[in-house]
C-alpha cells in the first residue's frame, strides 16, 4: 500500500519522523508533557534535531501524558494509547483515508477529548472498515452530514486549535476500527492495559496502511 496523506499532501513521506511519548522515555520524568509549552519545546527540538516536520507515533504506546490527568486515572487507569497522532499546526488539512461516507460526528469537548470527532465508514474488501478523526476544527462541524461521501485524499477537515480541540497541542488522532460497537461519534482512543486485549481484536494497527 502506497503512503497515505491523512493532513496536507504538501508534507511528504519523508517530512514525517516519530516521537516517543511513553513512559520509557527518560525525558518526560522531569519533563511535563501535558503542559503544551513543555511539548512545544520539545516538538521543535525534535524537528530542528531530524530536519522534518510532521512528528508521529503512539499506537500501543503507553504514554506519560496520562500520569496527571484526572479524566484518564479516575478508577481504572487508562494509559495506553491507541490511534496514530500526527502532530501538524492548527488549521492544517485533514483528507479521508479511503473512499467512504461519514458514519456519525460529534463535538466531544470536555478537557482532555477529542473535541470535534469525524467518524467514515468505509468498503474494505467487503468488509467494514471505519476510521476516527479527533482534534479537527469546530468550523469544520457545519461541512459534515451523516451518510455524506468523501473520496479517498479528499479534504474532510482541518487541525483544532487547543481551545477546541480538547486542550493539547494540534494535532490529529486517527484510529482504524473494523466494529464501532453503539459509539458514534466517538469511540476509546486510550484504553486500561486490561482492556487491551479486546480493543486489539477490533483496533488496526494504522502504521502498515499508512506509511
Ligand atoms: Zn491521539
New binding site residues.
Given amino acids: 500500500m502506497s503512503f497515505k496523506h491523512l493532513i496536507d499532501p504538501k508534507y511528504s513521506k519523508n517530512d514525517y519522523f516519530p516521537i516517543d511519548l511513553s513512559v520509557n522515555n527518560p525525558f518526560w520524568d522531569n519533563n511535563d508533557v501535558s503542559d503544551i509549552t513543555v511539548f512545544e519545546e520539545y516538538l521543535k527540538n525534535q524537528r530542528d534535531k531530524t530536519g522534518k516536520y510532521v512528528a508521529h507515533g503512539?499506537y500501543l504506546e503507553q504514554r506519560a501524558l496520562y500520569r496527571k490527568s484526572i479524566r484518564f486515572q479516575a478508577g481504572i487507569v487508562r494509559d495506553v494509547?491507541m490511534?496514530i497522532?500526527l502532530w501538524a499546526p492548527a488549521g492544517t488539512s485533514v483528507h479521508a483515508f479511503m473512499d467512504g461516507t461519514v458514519h456519525s460526528f460529534a463535538n466531544n469537548d470536555d478537557q482532555g477529548n477529542y473535541g470535534p470527532t469525524l467518524i467514515l465508514e468505509h468498503d474494505y474488501n467487503g468488509k467494514k472498515l471505519y476510521t476516527l478523526y479527533?482534534h479537527l476544527a469546530i468550523g469544520d462541524m457545519n461541512k459534515w452530514s451523516v451518510g455524506s461521501r468523501f473520496r479517498e485524499s479528499e479534504k474532510i477537515a482541518t487541525l483544532g486549535k487547543p481551545e477546541e480541540n480538547g486542550g493539547y497541542s494540534p494535532?490529529l488522532?486517527f484510529q482504524i476500527m473494523t466494529d464501532m460497537g453503539k459509539y458514534k461519534g466517538d469511540f476509546p482512543?486510550v484504553a486500561a492495559q486490561v482492556e487491551l486485549q479486546h480493543y486489539e481484536s477490533i483496533i488496526l494497527d494504522p502504521n502498515t496502511l499508512i506509511f
Avoid: L, T
Fill in positions: 503512539g494509547h490511534g497522532d479527533g494535532h488522532h482512543g
